[in-house]
């Protein structure tokens, strides 16, 4: 058998055809396998061979480009490796809607494969190259650009820059890690224009965000950005604009990391001999709890081929609705973490969007892979990449990548998700894995999973940002060593330390427990009256209720001292699913949650769709301001199918019995809400149902406005401070360049909800407000303090709230609320929290 030559694969000037204009696909095929025969790189077959390959498979790769190749099994025919190309310049029809300029015969070894396709994906990305070549008349232009290697620069030789250029030293202290970077391919693409940057020899085009991630920037490494293309210049300097504006946030984020890493944990140490594994500090506090070991999540991929088409169509489909995914777990993770946390998975979009990924997926089915198989390997290659370029803010992006490319999966075929958190013992757990996807971390159970220690991973990775927001002790990058433990073993994991202590004997868990117990005196005065209400010490009660979407969060919140649920936002029914729940499904789950409650008030909120919460299967219009669009209540009102099935469900659910509220998003003028009531009564008439308070959010400086007229129609209101923030202030609240001027303490807002309780207590309404202010202890206080009867927040927010509340006098928080109201400024407001501290200290002292 003919061995192929181990050399790179030659463009010979023969093999280059010029204006060729081959009949059709199959003249085509067989006028690439005569060259490639002519000059001696296969044998006679071959061109049948490869023929034959386009039956089983579209060898078309998009972009005008085809590469037509032998079977597997007539790899014996290759006699060296060679490409044949024919720029053909009309096109050619290769598929229905697909034309191809340039034809490329591939004669290779399979491994040779990878390498051409590499090549091609270079040029697929770069579609101003393509289109030169498609009519060059030059064929050395096309030599040299199928020739070169992207990434194999000669040593020595730096990359070239583009037209305009300026050098940069990174000063974001972690890197440039996965957020920033997302930041970087968003402002290179806004440009228009080519935008490379490059670190020595190593270049990645800016709009790439694998390329980028792949250069493996550490604080102090020089890049030089430079910038080709209409007006380059100018979309340099934004580009600029876009990389240095971002180094003050990543400073004050490292900061705020190391100041919670360092917080308030020292040295606990047993006083036993006992056995521990070391690994890096990540997340701190002590835990105790049985180890619990996640199976390897990697299931056996199968590789099944596919029509090519057919995989490009089912890729595309995984890959939407994995984006659509993500956009509901970083709304989820916004609303009970915050925006930072939430950043991630704007991050794992951004993966999704990468162009290497897709295009070595389609490589890999082009080459007869199935689908799953495929975009596995791609994943794989691209992450195994990043980890071993022993760089540790690669290390924790890959874990990253593999996090979507497993949500990815989970959609092309759900048997091949993995994940097996579903099946956690009863806790305490300290959950031990090679490896956490900041999402699994994201949705663990508190109540079981004390602590976590991962095999790999990084200080600065989003598992380890994530376990500290939530508090959970954590160590990271603890070797293999961890996955070999038995599970059941007991241990103390000090994520303070960096240590997991096993087999603990009963004198050092018991002083370990007493350590936990003197570090977390406070929170624990805290908890222990989280259930007791809120009453201020002159005697005023302050309602407290959770934001909780669905039922299995109930005990969680109730546990947490919650009177209720003053905010369950619908709309996380439609977004996570991928498809719309029928008014029984709704029906099935208010009623699920009226029933977790036992009789406490249930407040839920008719779909908020729009805005930052698009929901993909509704196929709304796409808009170019979405927060000014039709969000909330106008498109309630404008799709009775979505809002007629909701209220039928939500009657029906409080005809069964309980104390329900139906809340509406968005409101701006007293039509709105006269239409609104109107389909409610219209609903519970034909059903019977009993009348239930139907109340607004108060998120629009109109219905603040307004609040008096408004009142005279609504039995509360509940103020949405995120978004009655982002609407007075204009400020996005995805922004995260403005989200620190993004402050509902600012004044403006303030007044505005001074307003709304003026008004509504006017008309004998109540006001409660259920945004992110209320679960600041200085916004709750500075709110009851205007007159707010409810406050409604994420369940963990709740005992430090209360224990505020309960510190203070009402009379006090009232003074300290009209002065805060009359602040010039959002910094003025807050520098008068000493005093309020001064106000609950010594009600805290006399607790303690
Ligand atoms: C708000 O806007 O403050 C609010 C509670 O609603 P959401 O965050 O769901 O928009
Ligand atoms: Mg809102």
Redesign the pocket.
């Known amino acids: 058998m003919a061995q192929p030559a181990a050399s790179p694969m030659p463009i010979a000037r023969e093999l280059v055809r010029l204006d060729a204009r081959p009949a059709g696909k199959a003249a085509a095929i067989a006028e690439a396998g005569q060259l490639l025969a002519a000059a001696g790189c296969v044998d006679a077959g071959y061109a049948e061979s490869m023929g034959r390959r386009e039956q089983a498979a579209n060898t078309f790769l998009g972009h005008g480009v085809a590469i037509p190749h032998g079977m597997g099994e007539d790899r014996g025919l290759v006699r060296r490796n060679g490409l044949a190309i024919l720029q053909v310049r009309d096109g050619i029809e290769w598929n229905p809607g697909q034309i191809a300029h340039l034809v490329i015969g591939i004669a290779a070894a399979s491994d040779e494969h990878i390498a051409i396709l590499r090549r091609l994906t270079r040029l697929l990305n770069d579609p101003a190259t393509l289109q030169r070549l498609f009519t060059t008349e030059d064929p050395e232009a096309i030599i040299a650009a199928l020739g070169a290697e992207p990434a194999a620069a000669p040593p020595g030789v730096p990359a070239n820059d583009l037209a305009e250029r300026f050098d940069w030293v990174v000063d974001y202290p972690t890197g440039l890690h996965a957020r920033p970077a997302t930041r970087w391919v968003e402002a290179a693409r806004a440009t228009g224009c080519r935008i490379q940057v490059r670190h020595g020899e190593q270049a990645a085009d800016a709009a790439a965000l694998v390329g980028l991630l792949q250069l493996g920037l550490r604080a102090g490494d020089r890049v030089t950005v430079s910038a080709e293309g209409r007006d380059a210049a100018a979309a340099l300097a934004r580009m600029r604009a876009a990389i240095t504006g971002l180094s003050a946030q990543e400073k004050a984020d490292a900061a705020l990391a190391a100041q919670r890493a360092a917080a308030p944990v020292r040295g606990w140490e047993p006083a036993g001999r006992l056995v521990s594994l070391p690994g890096i500090a990540a997340s701190p506090g002590l835990a105790i709890g049985r180890v619990h070991v996640l199976a390897d999540a990697e299931a056996a991929i199968p590789d099944t081929p596919l029509p090519l088409a057919e995989g490009g169509a089912r890729l595309e489909a995984a890959i939407r609705a994995t984006r659509a995914q993500l956009t509901a777990l970083e709304d989820d993770t916004a609303?009970r973490l915050g925006p930072g946390e939430a950043a991630i998975f704007r991050a794992h979009a951004g993966l999704l969007d990468d162009p290497d990924l897709i295009t070595l997926t389609c490589q890999l089915m082009v080459e007869g892979h199935g689908l799953a198989w495929s975009w596995h390997q791609a994943v794989e290659r691209v992450a195994g990449g990043l980890a071993a370029l022993g760089n540790p803010v690669l290390a924790g992006r890959a874990a990253d990548l593999r996090d979507v490319g497993r949500r990815v999966l989970g959609q092309i075929d759900p048997a091949l998700a993995g994940g097996t958190l579903s099946d956690l013992p009863e806790g305490p757990v300290i959950l031990v894995a090679e490896d956490l996807a900041p999402s699994d971390t994201a949705g663990l159970d508190p109540a079981k999973v004390v602590g976590l220690a991962t095999a790999a991973g990084g200080p600065t990775s989003h598992t380890a940002i994530l376990a500290r927001t939530l508090g959970l002790p954590a160590l990271v990058a603890g070797g293999r060593a961890l996955l070999d433990l038995r599970p059941g073993t007991q241990a103390v994991l000090d994520g303070s330390a960096g240590l997991l202590h096993l087999d603990p004997g009963e004198a050092d868990l018991a002083a370990a427990r007493a350590w936990m117990e003197a570090q977390q005196e406070q929170r624990a005065r805290e908890a222990a009256r989280r259930a007791e209400p809120a009453v201020t010490r002159d005697g005023h009660r302050v309602e407290v209720a959770a934001?909780i979407n669905l039922p299995d969060q109930a005990d969680f919140a109730l546990a947490q001292g919650a009177e209720g649920v003053g905010?369950m936002?619908t709309e996380f029914l439609f977004l996570e699913r991928g498809e719309t729940p029928d008014e029984e499904d709704q029906h099935r789950i208010y009623r699920a949650m009226l029933e977790a409650l036992q009789g406490r008030p249930l407040i839920v909120r008719a779909l908020?769709i729009g805005g930052d919460k698009q929901v993909p299967h509704l196929r709304l219009p796409v808009e170019a301001n979405p927060f000014l669009g039709v969000r909330g209540a106008r498109l309630l009102l404008r799709r009775p199918d979505l809002l007629e099935p909701q209220l039928r469900a939500l009657y029906r659910a409080a005809a069964g019995g309980g104390p329900l509220s139906i809340m509406f998003?968005m409101v701006t003028s007293v039509p709105e809400v006269i239409a609104l009531r109107a389909a409610c009564e219209r609903i519970r008439a034909e059903l019977g149902a009993p009348e239930v308070p139907v109340g607004i959010?108060v998120?629009v400086p109109a219905a603040a406005v307004q609040a008096d007229a408004l009142a005279k129609h609504v039995d509360f209101f509940s103020v949405?401070?995120?978004?009655?923030t982002q609407y007075v202030l204009a400020i996005d609240r995805q922004n995260p360049e403005l989200a620190p001027e993004a402050d509902s303490l600012h004044p403006a807002v303030l007044r505005l909800i001074a307003q709304t309780v003026e008004a509504a207590t006017r008309h004998g309404r109540w006001v409660g407000v259920?945004?992110?202010l209320a679960g600041e202890p200085f916004g709750a206080a500075l709110l009851a303090g205007l007159g707010v009867a409810e406050l409604s927040m994420t369940p963990r927010d709740i005992p430090a709230v209360k224990s505020v509340l309960r510190g203070a006098t009402l009379a006090g928080l009232r003074d300290l609320a009209a002065r805060a109201t009359a602040c010039g400024t959002a910094a003025e407001v807050k520098a008068l929290e000493p005093e309020l501290l001064a106000m609950t200290r010594p009600a805290a002292q006399e607790a303690a």
């Open positions: 609303r934001n905010l936002r908020d998003p959010m998120e949405g401070t995120n978004d009655l259920c945004g992110g």
